[in-house]
């Protein structure tokens, strides 16, 4: 096999496997520092890789503008869902929450996948 496809299918895989850590990561820092089992994860990682697509192909910023703006796009929108919606579950419940929490993430992910449509 050419050294060059082996060099790319490494550089790939490094590269996947870094999204996947990122995500796992992330999901288990909602889940730690929150005890909320965020079903929507997923939804606003797809939502950060739309907002980098569309800032490098369409403004035609460079990669690493373009991953920024994803994540800085990223963080608002879990900002905004925590403030709008965890915050006031949180406000209301007091303690057993986290059945609620579960049943809103679930409600949030079918949301945002079928505005995505």
Known sequence: M??????????????R?????LMAVGLALVFGVMNICHF?????YVLG?????FAFVTYGLNPI???L???VLSFFAGVISDRLLFYQLRKRSKGEWVM???LLTAGL??????VKR
């Open 2 to 15: 050419d050294p060059t496809i082996m060099q790319n299918l490494l550089v790939a895989g490094l590269l």
């Open 17 to 21: 496997g870094g999204l996947y850590a």
């Open 40 to 44: 929507a994860h997923g939804e606003y």
């Open 49 to 53: 890789a739309y907002a980098a697509y």
């Open 65 to 67: 503008p373009a991953i």
């Open 69 to 71: 703006s994803a994540a």
């Open 100 to 102: 609620n929490a579960f």
């Open 109 to 114: 992910s079918v949301v945002v996948q079928t």
